[in-house]
Nanobody
Framework: QVQLAESGGGLVEPGGSLRLSCAAS????????MGWYRQGPGKEREFVAT???????????YADSVKGRFAISRDYANNNMVNLQMNSLKPEDTAVYYC?????????WGQGIQVTVSS
């Protein structure tokens, strides 16, 4: 059983920054891929970023729409926390953001957290 708990969402003005965190508990391997997806108003859920460890190196991947603005990181010593630093936020980044964990044979999701970018 895996539980994912997101925190750090809220309201921010365009150009501002927010940091999302996701605390993971349960049966988790360091080789599991963790990441963030989002679902904007009236839109399908979409990929934002993922981070995967191979050996001693973390590999990250980003959606084109957030490259250069968002940064994903993972703290293996602290509840496998995965963070998403979001800078230069735009109104189109408004969405419910979901933490995601992929391990062999399963995918787990958090409850989601609202991020609203508006003046």
């Amino acid at each position: 059983q895996v539980q994912l708990a997101e925190s750090g969402g809220g309201l921010v003005e365009p150009g501002g920054s927010l940091r999302l965190s996701c605390a993971a508990s349960g049966s988790i391997l360091v080789t599991d891929t963790m990441g963030w997806y989002r679902q904007g108003p009236g839109k399908e859920r979409e990929f934002v970023a993922t981070i995967t460890r191979r050996g001693i190196t973390d590999y990250s991947d980003y959606a084109d729409s957030v490259k250069g603005r968002f940064a994903i990181s993972r703290d293996y010593a602290n509840n496998n926390m995965v963070n998403l630093q979001m800078n230069s936020l735009k109104p189109e980044d408004t969405a419910v953001y979901y933490c995601n964990l992929k391990s062999p044979g399963r995918i787990d999701w958090g409850q989601g957290i609202q991020v609203t970018v508006s003046s």
